[in-house]
């Protein structure tokens, strides 16, 4: 009953209602700065799966210290991703803190690299704007620079 229920809940509804399982979850912030690279990989997550999927990752870079190859990135700054170049557009776009919500790891990478193939990853660019408005001062903390 309560899945006929939902579905007629979201017929009913003009907006689009976006309904997700719930699964462990955790925010990262890569707090950028002139001399830090994200170093960050990702590629189109498989089946329709939710996200994007971290495929690689530069040794000595923000992402590397918090993300983990396989870790599923399910939205930046607040915004749900699930095209990998969408999910760089916005990391590059963002000068300062950006926030992902990270869910769970991709457990099997195969399926996610042999689509790589076909298709193709986005690696995250390291450019950062000269004179940025963030700079980190702990980690996971950033403040205006003026």
Request: hydrophobic share 45%.
């Amino acid at each position: 009953a309560q899945h006929n229920e939902a579905i007629e809940l979201v017929d009913s509804q003009e907006v689009i209602v976006a309904m997700v399982i719930a699964a462990d979850t955790r925010e990262v912030v890569l707090s950028k700065t002139v001399d830090a690279k994200v170093g960050l990989t990702v590629a189109n997550n498989v089946s329709g799966a939710s996200g994007v999927v971290v495929i690689s990752l530069e040794a000595g870079s923000l992402a590397v210290t918090q993300l983990q190859v396989g870790d599923t990135i399910l939205s930046v700054d607040g915004q749900l991703v699930d095209d990998h170049a969408a999910t760089v557009a916005s990391i590059d776009g963002n000068p300062g803190a950006v926030r992902l919500v990270v869910g769970p790891r991709v457990r099997d990478l195969s399926a996610v690299l042999s689509n790589v193939k076909s298709s193709k990853s986005s690696r995250v660019q390291d450019s950062v704007p000269k004179s940025p408005r963030f700079m980190v001062h702990q980690p996971l903390m950033v403040a205006n620079r003026q």
